[in-house]
């Protein structure tokens, strides 16, 4: 085959773009820190690299939602922990009321007090976190307890997502939290209130097994609490080590090595300043050539 100008000019043209086209990528490589820019460049590692993000989002959103549940919990854990004050100063009472030195007067100043104790208990069954009453079950915008301490919620579970096949119940029902014996906190506290204000002893110191057995359930309530807790603070730190490594694989996918890429880059500029020195010999030979 006959090599003609235009062969040879054509060749140096195609080799001169393909040069240039690789130093721009490369550059774009250094600028942007990522080794393609569109799914053309690398078709495996665009979808690599979108599995990879999916996870890490996901991931995200699971530590976003143990947040929430922690929160949640953590709230209701604290007013647990003022129910069981709450219910031991009832039993202190209920003990100083049961003695045989106490008048009738006296145990019924006791018995005053066990009411203010009740509206307390009522105010924390009652209580709310952004505008959600706690322990009313899937009714949050009913108040768990009504006046007289009967309950107005439902015994649902509001569970919540924290891994891909995992979820975790973030309320206790006022009908678990509050109950015992078949009945509720308030119930032993109007008992105890009606046994002060009859002096009835015996019906004081009868009180003192409801008041122990509500102090316990409320203890059950707060270690199952305690635990959720705990499984919510390990899953969260599962989830950030799986996304430390993710990031760390997608890193490898899709970053660009800058020491691999400046190499590439200095090889490209002498290739590219080789063909440059010896294209002016071809054609400076090749214009002689047509002069002649």
Do not use: W
């Not at 004050?85 to 202190?92: G, I, M, P």
């Not at 006046?147 to 891994?163: E, F, K, L, P």
């Amino acid at each position: 085959m006959r090599v003609t100008p235009f062969i040879i000019f054509n060749r140096l043209t195609g080799s001169f773009q393909k040069n240039l086209k690789d130093l721009l990528d490369i550059h774009n490589k250094l600028s942007t820190g990522k080794k393609f820019d569109k799914p053309s460049d690398d078709v495996i590692g665009i979808s690599k690299a979108m599995d990879y993000r999916l996870s890490i989002n996901a991931n995200e959103q699971y530590r976003k939602n143990i947040d929430e549940a922690t929160s949640y919990l953590g709230f209701t854990e604290g007013i647990m922990e003022s129910v069981t004050e709450t219910l031991t100063r009832a039993k202190e009472l209920a003990v100083r009321g049961a003695t045989g030195t106490e008048s009738a007067e006296s145990r019924a100043s006791i018995a005053r007090e066990v009411v203010n104790l009740k509206d307390q208990l009522l105010s924390l069954a009652n209580s709310k976190l952004r505008d959600r009453y706690v322990f009313s079950g899937f009714r949050t915008n009913t108040a768990a307890f009504n006046a007289s301490g009967t309950y107005q919620g439902d015994t649902g579970i509001m569970n919540v997502m924290i891994d891909r096949d995992a979820t975790i119940a973030i309320n206790v029902p006022g009908s678990t939290a509050f109950s015992y014996g078949g009945g509720t906190f308030f119930n032993v506290l109007d008992n105890l209130r009606t046994a002060l204000e009859n002096n009835d002893v015996a019906g004081i110191q009868a009180s003192l097994t409801p008041l122990d057995g509500s102090i316990d359930q409320v203890l059950n309530v707060r270690a199952d609490l305690g635990a959720r807790l705990n499984y919510l603070d390990g899953q969260s730190n599962r989830l950030e080590d799986s996304n430390f490594a993710l990031k760390g694989i997608l890193s490898n996918v899709e970053d660009t090595d800058i020491a691999e890429a400046l190499g590439e880059l200095s090889k490209t500029e002498a290739a590219l300043q080789a063909l440059r020195d010896s294209s002016a010999r071809i054609i400076s030979q090749s214009l002689l050539d047509f002069l002649r």
